[in-house]
């Protein structure tokens, strides 16, 4: 099993839908992150947490929310999808010390028509 | 905001050449991470570098952190084409969240 699962793989939906992406985690790591990733625009990050209690907006937060149910868990709702939300979104985590880098999840391919 | 800046946007070469790619920050970086993401794939950790100056190889990479800690450098000797996909780089903004470059991507032609 992979150490960051995502789900759905792909997904598409109608503007004005609510959908929520689910990440969830066995690397045992307190800091989850979300980033949506555009062509050529890099990877920019939407929420992030610490752990449980600690909830932190990204760059890019706007019309996103998020929800940590457990240290393992940590999921991304788009309330009112709209187009421009299309994108590869990606779940993260690390360990407090960074050292052996952010362990990113396999994405979630969003489509809003 | 800080920024980290990638070139280039894109490269393609043939199979046995060299590649580099560079990012370049406005300010001083406490660490930079690279990763390497396959066509369809995901970001997987390549490496950290910490020090001022430091140089680190993994087989036909080496990657640098600039003496001023601004800039950094992954080139690959003798390309092959395992080696496709894109290649970012990241620094940390405030405290543990990292800032992505804008990538480079990678062709590899046999």
């Known amino acids: 099993d992979a150490d960051v699962t995502q789900t759905p793989r792909n997904r598409i939906t109608k503007t004005g839908k609510r959908i929520m992406l689910e990440c969830s985690q066995t690397k045992g790591h307190d800091r989850m992150y979300w980033y949506r990733q555009d062509p050529g625009l890099g990877l920019r990050l939407i929420y992030y947490?610490?752990?449980?209690?600690?909830?932190n907006k990204g760059e890019i937060s706007d019309g996103y929310s998020v929800s940590r149910q457990a240290q393992a868990k940590f999921s991304l709702s788009l309330e009112s999808a709209i187009p421009n939300q299309t994108a590869l979104y990606f779940c993260a985590t690390s360990d407090f010390g960074q050292s052996y880098g952010y362990t990113f999840g396999s994405g979630t391919r969003l489509t809003v028509v | 905001g800080q920024q980290v800046m990638q070139i280039p946007q894109y490269q393609h070469v043939q199979e046995g050449e060299d590649f580099t790619t560079y990012c370049n920050s406005s300010t001083t970086l406490s660490n930079i991470q690279w990763y390497k993401q396959r066509p369809g794939g995901h970001p997987v950790f390549l490496i950290q570098?910490?020090?001022?100056?430091e140089v680190k190889k993994q087989k036909r990479l080496t990657f640098q952190f600039g003496e001023a800690k601004k800039n950094s450098s992954l080139h690959i000797t003798a390309t092959q084409t395992t080696d496709v996909g894109t290649y970012f780089c990241a620094a940390p903004r405030g405290f543990q969240k990292l800032v992505f470059g804008t990538g480079t991507r990678l062709l590899v032609s046999p």
């Open positions: 947490s610490f752990d449980v209690k600690d909830i």
């Open positions: 570098l910490v020090k001022s100056g």
